[in-house]
């Protein structure tokens, strides 16, 4: 039955959410943009002139000799390698997946990013940034976790990180070191494949993305405090089913433990995504991503609809893999962002969105759902990019090749840092 519904949610092109052509809305700063990013840690500073932007956008230059290629105007730099140590400390984990940035009290910030490693060899490792823009510090905040993928920050100063299997949980952790009040673990936000999550921080409700062919999107409402063991225990998980008119009606799920029926078999009903993977809030906007049909869909909280902002399944090419190495050093100008996977937004209110595959890059994407690419990794064959964070002013951009040009799990991964030439 649910195999049914999403092939029949998939295919109704006159009737159903996916029908719904790419929403066009202007883009821009305002006065609740600013407060709202904020709490969602987009502290960007909105007259930054180093501010990594659409407007930096320009052709490819060769490859560094990391493999990474940007636009003329910018610079990258390797900070850390997967199974080699920084400042002496912490060694840096294998198969660094989801980040994030938090700002520190010295006016410096923190990059935190997942291991996706498994059997409990996963977790989360952080690199602790002056601010100059100096590594000072790294640490874990998290182990003995398994296949930690994406995550999301919180507006109380936590780190949700997500485990990426059928029976996948979410930690809570701190962002400061030894801190003895973290991490817990967040069962009632699910047992199931999860991969990011963003927060609303008006309301304080949690969205999630599902990793699976028939995944879900989620949200986690409660009316407790913010944080609070009360607004766990006391909250509840939903999913949602889309409408013909994309509006959304919530479910409860009644296990969310998944501790007889997986909660897709619980809830038949609910309306399926072709693998749910990035997310990530922009003024009273949910962005995510389904990674198997190339698409970037946006939830509107005011609204409660759900629609397209990037379709790019009309626009694959897959079937002759010349094409693919043909278009591999080109600026890819009207080419389609493919197989998007981990997202963020920057302060301009541009989604910035990772290829998982294809031809490696990251795109900014514009109000009118066009795809261009600001990076792309060259020699990265079996690899994906993971992880974009933009420094707290926006002026610096973190991601990582999961597993680099080796295509190893534990020590393949490279973590970069670009920014604009001074």
């Given amino acids: ?117 498994g059997d409990n060899d996963g977790g989360v490792g952080v690199i602790k940034f002056n601010k100059n823009g100096d590594i000072e510090d790294s640490y874990s905040i998290l182990e003995n976790s398994s296949r930690n993928c994406s995550g999301g920050v919180t507006p109380w100063n936590t780190w949700l990180s997500c ?36 927060i609303d921080p008006k309301s304080n409700f949690i969205y999630m993305t599902h990793d699976d062919m028939d995944g879900y999107f989620y949200r986690f409402i409660s009316n407790e405090i913010a944080g609070s ?33 997986s909660i897709i078999e619980q809830l038949p009903e609910a309306t399926s995504f072709k693998r749910g993977e990035g997310i990530a809030y922009f003024d009273r906007k949910i962005f995510f991503t389904t990674t198997h049909d190339h698409r970037v869909w946006v939830y509107e909280i005011d609204t409660n609809k759900i629609s ?37 937004v920057n302060a301009d209110g541009y989604p910035l969105v990772a290829e998982d595959g294809d031809n490696m890059e990251l795109c900014f994407i514009d109000k009118n759902g066009f795809a261009k690419p600001l990076v792309r990794l ?26 680099g040009r080796t295509g190893s799990r534990r020590i393949g991964g490279m973590t970069f840092e670009i920014k604009k030439t001074i």
């Fill in 308 to 344: 397209l902002f990037y379709d790019g399944f009309e626009n694959t090419n897959n079937i002759n893999p010349l094409n693919f190495f043909k278009r591999w050093r080109k600026d890819n100008n009207g080419y389609a962002l493919k197989s998007p996977d981990q997202m963020t």
């Fill in 229 to 261: 063991e009360e607004y766990y225990s006391k909250g509840q998980l939903q999913v949602a089913r889309v409408n013909n008119d994309g509006s959304v009606g919530w479910i409860k799920v009644p296990d969310p433990l998944a501790k007889e029926k």
């Fill in 378 to 403: 060259d020699g990265h064959w079996l690899s994906e990019i993971t992880g974009p964070a933009f420094s707290p002013d926006g002026s610096r951009l973190y991601f990582s090749s999961q597993r």
């Fill in 163 to 198: 485990e990426e299997h059928s029976k996948g949980i979410v930690w809570e952790t701190s962002p400061i070191k030894n801190d003895t009040n973290y991490p817990k673990k967040r069962e009632m936000l699910g047992a199931f494949r999860h991969e990011g999550a963003a």
């Fill in 1 to 117: 039955m649910v195999k049914r519904s999403r092939r029949e949610f998939l295919r109704d092109a006159s009737l159903g959410c996916l029908s719904l052509s790419v929403a066009p809305y202007l883009i821009g700063v305002n006065s609740e943009v600013a407060s709202e990013t904020i709490g969602n840690f987009n502290k960007h500073s909105f007259l930054n002139p180093n501010l990594i932007g659409w407007n930096d956008i320009g052709p490819l230059q060769d490859p560094n000799e990391f493999g990474v290629m940007i636009p003329a105007g910018m610079q990258c730099r390797l900070i850390a390698q997967s199974g080699k140590k920084l400042s002496n400390s912490y060694t840096w984990h294998g198969s660094p997946d989801g980040a994030s940035v938090f700002p520190t009290d010295n006016s410096g910030w923190v990059y935190v990013s997942n291991s996706e490693l």
